[in-house]
């Protein structure tokens, strides 16, 4: 136990100051913060354009509307509307001397109402939103001079609601599970691959044989193992630090209410969430081990992962399918498979679908397909540690995995 832990202390060093690993970490911190403050940098690009809060004066100079304009709440839609008689150059000067954000002339030519939006943003549109409280009022207006009462004018201008139902409850919010899932598989393509990748490189510096007699082989794999997975969890965990932080500094109060209220998880939820990264990470994790261990240059490690990170991409839309349609045999399948448990169960258990069994199952699966790969890996890696230059086929792999 204390060479696996000293395995792990020296790869964890070792990772952390690689550049790659310093400079990946900066650069997906400034994009998280900069994905936060999104929101800002659109405001300040389209200052001036309709937003929550933007005054809009309405001039109906030609009173098409006979007097009725007031009867639209434009606090509903976020608008505080401003009705008057204006000459498009009013409108010009109160929208240049920021009374107002856009202004709005109705026009009739013939049978045709014509909506003239004034703003200083060539590239704003009318809010629809607006458009169709305006269209809606002087279809009301028409009805009403037919004699029609109010509830016959309803029955003819009924608003149509679509409501999508499954058959089956989901609870859950499907952006936080998708987020799950591509952390688990940012964790398994970045930090799981560099197992194979640091077990390949000190075949070819001759540092394996220096690590053979102080250790054994069953402690450099899985001290590795752990030591590249405790980096990945810090970086992770800056990574979750920048977030919420950025969160604080940029989102404003609304936002950043309704983004906690939307990614609320139950305490045993999250408990499972995070057994089955941690599981799914290591089962990965192995795989990568035993490609390494079955080359022996650096040019060779791509061509040698390219199997698993193929198994790690049909885990990860698996998953994908289970969000989109969370009842059915190939879900069923999903979560049981080792490949796709880690990313599919988790969503499963979010929404709410999966039993205990079903959870003991995957978990069970899971741990069992661990065990084994291990097994293998290490079995492979012990007797192909001083193999340099020999391409091995799957013949070789077979051979020394039977060998004692």
């Given at each position: 136990?204390?060479?696996?832990?000293?395995?792990?202390?020296?790869?964890?060093?070792e990772m952390i100051k690689r550049k790659v690993f310093i400079i990946t970490t900066i650069i997906i911190m400034a994009l998280i913060v900069l994905g936060f403050n999104l929101p800002n940098i659109i405001n300040i690009f389209s200052k001036g354009s309709i937003s929550e809060g933007s005054k809009i004066l309405i001039a109906d100079n030609e009173n098409i509307f006979e007097g009725k304009l007031k009867e639209i709440d434009g606090k509903e839609m976020g608008y505080s509307l401003k009705i008057k008689t204006s000459s498009l150059d009013e409108i010009k000067k109160d929208i240049e001397s920021h009374k107002v954000?856009?202004?709005?002339?109705?026009?009739?030519?013939?049978?045709?109402?014509t909506f003239r939006y004034i703003v200083n943003d060539t590239m704003a549109m009318m809010p629809e939103d607006?458009?169709?409280?305006?269209?809606?009022?002087?279809?009301?207006?028409?009805?009403?001079?037919?004699?029609?009462?109010?509830?016959?004018?309803?029955?003819?201008?009924?608003?149509?609601?679509?409501?999508?139902?499954?058959?089956?409850?989901?609870?859950?919010?499907?952006?936080?599970?998708?987020?799950?899932?591509?952390?688990?598989?940012?964790?398994?393509?970045?930090?799981?691959?560099?197992?194979?990748?640091?077990?390949t490189t000190e075949k070819t510096s001759k540092i394996m044989e220096t690590l053979v007699t102080s250790t054994s082989p069953r402690t450099i794999v899985i001290g590795k193992t752990i030591g590249i997975g405790?980096?990945?969890?810090?970086?992770?965990?800056?990574?979750?630090?920048?977030?919420?932080?950025?969160?604080?500094?940029?989102?404003?109060?609304?936002?950043?209410?309704?983004?906690?209220?939307?990614?609320?998880?139950?305490?045993?939820?999250?408990?499972?969430?995070?057994?089955?990264?941690?599981?799914?990470?290591y089962l990965f994790a192995f795989i990568y081990a035993l490609s390494g261990s079955t080359v022996s240059k650096p040019e060779d490690i791509q061509a040698a992962a390219t199997p698993v990170t193929l198994l790690t991409i049909a885990g990860f839309y698996l998953s994908e399918m289970v969000i989109n349609k969370p009842v059915g045999s190939l879900t069923n399948f999903a979560t049981?498979?080792?490949?796709?448990?880690?990313?599919?169960?988790?969503?499963?258990?979010?929404?709410?679908?999966?039993s205990p069994s079903e959870i003991i199952l995957s978990l069970a699966v899971l741990i069992v397909s661990i065990i084994v790969v291990a097994h293998v890996a290490i079995k492979?890696?012990?007797?192909?540690?001083?193999?340099?230059?020999t391409k091995m086929t799957i013949k070789d792999l077979v051979k020394m995995y039977k060998a004692k």
């Amino acid at each position: 136990m204390r060479d696996i832990v000293t395995v792990s202390k020296f790869t964890l060093k070792e990772m952390i100051k690689r550049k790659v690993f310093i400079i990946t970490t900066i650069i997906i911190m400034a994009l998280i913060v900069l994905g936060f403050n999104l929101p800002n940098i659109i405001n300040i690009f389209s200052k001036g354009s309709i937003s929550e809060g933007s005054k809009i004066l309405i001039a109906d100079n030609e009173n098409i509307f006979e007097g009725k304009l007031k009867e639209i709440d434009g606090k509903e839609m976020g608008y505080s509307l401003k009705i008057k008689t204006s000459s498009l150059d009013e409108i010009k000067k109160d929208i240049e001397s920021h009374k107002v954000n856009a202004g709005i002339i109705v026009e009739r030519e013939n049978n045709e109402i014509t909506f003239r939006y004034i703003v200083n943003d060539t590239m704003a549109m009318m809010p629809e939103d607006l458009g169709e409280q305006l269209e809606k009022l002087y279809t009301n207006i028409q009805i009403e001079k037919l004699g029609l009462s109010e509830t016959e004018i309803k029955q003819i201008t009924p608003t149509f609601d679509v409501q999508v139902e499954q058959t089956e409850t989901i609870k859950g919010n499907t952006l936080v599970i998708t987020l799950l899932s591509i952390l688990l598989f940012y964790a398994i393509y970045f930090c799981a691959y560099q197992v194979s990748s640091s077990i390949t490189t000190e075949k070819t510096s001759k540092i394996m044989e220096t690590l053979v007699t102080s250790t054994s082989p069953r402690t450099i794999v899985i001290g590795k193992t752990i030591g590249i997975g405790l980096g990945g969890l810090i970086q992770i965990l800056i990574l979750i630090l920048t977030a919420v932080v950025s969160a604080k500094l940029f989102l404003s109060k609304a936002m950043l209410d309704l983004v906690l209220t939307s990614t609320q998880v139950s305490p045993l939820n999250l408990t499972l969430m995070i057994i089955f990264f941690i599981l799914g990470y290591y089962l990965f994790a192995f795989i990568y081990a035993l490609s390494g261990s079955t080359v022996s240059k650096p040019e060779d490690i791509q061509a040698a992962a390219t199997p698993v990170t193929l198994l790690t991409i049909a885990g990860f839309y698996l998953s994908e399918m289970v969000i989109n349609k969370p009842v059915g045999s190939l879900t069923n399948f999903a979560t049981i498979c080792p490949i796709s448990s880690p990313f599919a169960m988790p969503a499963r258990v979010m929404m709410g679908l999966s039993s205990p069994s079903e959870i003991i199952l995957s978990l069970a699966v899971l741990i069992v397909s661990i065990i084994v790969v291990a097994h293998v890996a290490i079995k492979i890696y012990s007797n192909a540690i001083l193999n340099y230059g020999t391409k091995m086929t799957i013949k070789d792999l077979v051979k020394m995995y039977k060998a004692k």
